[in-house]
């Protein structure tokens, strides 16, 4: 039986959506590693870090926070909870509402931050090159870095 062009579309879109969260999962799996192994902090720790970093005030409404590194909002509590353990940031109440929480990054939390920026550079531009030489995965991670105007 012919497959039709529908078919064909979608298990061509369903082979490269494979392939790039096989890429995902390889290049998250080195970032984590290299960031608890050289920094302690977690993937998404730093990930906050580097939102509240950038951030004009240094700080974002939890819901703001969780949208940014994909997180729900009970699991953005619990990892500003962890960053307010470990001194990297503290949480405060809106002036104007005292029901908004707020996520500010703390000087340590922007030293550990600035620490651990270079190492996650370095790990993700080594995991994408690793995965530019694979047979089955180097295709994707070439259309990746393509510029795109």
């Not at 703001?64 to 109440?93: C, H, M, N, P, Y």
């Not at 340590?108 to 920026?117: H, N, S």
């Not at 531009?125 to 530019?132: F, M, P, Y």
């Amino acid at each position: 039986m012919a497959t039709s062009p529908l078919a064909a579309r979608h298990n061509s879109d369903q082979a490269v959506w494979n392939r790039v969260l096989r890429v995902h999962a390889h290049v998250e799996r080195e970032l984590a590693a290299a960031l608890q192994r050289r920094h302690a902090i977690g993937l998404s720790e730093f990930r906050s870090l580097e939102h509240l970093h950038r951030s004009e005030t240094s700080e974002l409404r939890m819901q703001d926070l969780a949208d940014k590194v994909g997180l729900g909002q009970s699991s953005v509590t619990r990892l500003v909870g962890r960053l307010e353990s470990a001194g990297f940031a503290f949480k405060d109440l809106c002036p104007s509402d005292k029901r908004g929480v707020y996520a500010v990054i703390t000087d340590e939390g922007r030293q550990r931050y600035e620490a651990a920026r270079a190492t996650y550079a370095e790990t993700l531009s080594s995991a994408l090159n690793t995965l530019a030489a694979d047979p089955e995965l180097g295709a994707t991670v070439r259309a990746l870095r393509t510029p795109q105007d």
